[in-house]
């Protein structure tokens, strides 16, 4: 449902984001770019692990599809077709 991808986007982005912040802040505090991209990728794997997975708080909203409509399994040939008619200028 649109709510629930709405809501896992959220989630991935505030915890990159905030990831991010905390990984620069330690970085430079301990002035080790390494650090700073570990906390990054455990963050991204964090949000990978909340928002990849179908979980039960992203369906709540299912959407209503419409109903299965039978057709006629015969297909219409060329010829039946109503030739189309264009607009005079």
Known sequence: DYKGQKLAEQ?????????????FIYGYITEQFGWTVYIVMAGF??????TLPPWPMYRRNPLKWLPVQESGTEEKK???????????S
Not at 12 to 19: K, P, T
Not at 78 to 88: E, F, I, S, T, Y
């Open 45 to 50: 794997a964090l949000s990978c692990l909340l």
């Open 11 to 23: 989630i991935f982005q505030g915890i990159i984001l905030v990831s991010a912040i905390i990984g």
């Open 78 to 88: 060329p010829g039946d077709r109503k030739p189309k008619r264009h607009a005079k």
